[in-house]
């Protein structure tokens, strides 16, 4: 019998790079979504970053920027690694 499967995946913060731990999250987290998938699953896998809270209102401030421009920038910057499946 078909399950409904929710999966989400641990959030980057707006206030640094990606780095490898990403990567490799969101490459497991896809393998084992597209093979529930595969397996008849209604799965649906969803994902965003953290935009708030007080690591990004402090390395805004040591940007001498708003949290709004820092992470606009910060979306700048990974747009090009990320894409919907």
């Known amino acids: 019998m078909p399950r409904k499967i929710?999966?989400?995946?641990?959030?980057?913060?707006a206030n640094g790079a990606l780095h490898i731990?990403?990567?490799?999250?969101?490459?497991?987290?896809?393998?084992?979504?597209?093979?529930?998938?595969?397996?008849?699953?209604?799965?649906?896998y969803v994902c965003a970053e953290d935009t708030h809270g007080t690591p990004v209102m402090i390395k805004a401030q040591a940007e001498g920027v708003t949290p709004e421009a820092l992470i606009r920038a910060s979306r700048r910057s990974i747009a090009p690694t990320t894409r919907a499946s």
């Open 6 to 13: 929710l999966v989400t995946s641990a959030l980057p913060y």
């Open 21 to 44: 731990g990403h990567i490799i999250e969101a490459v497991q987290t896809d393998i084992w979504v597209r093979y529930q998938r595969m397996q008849g699953h209604d799965c649906l």
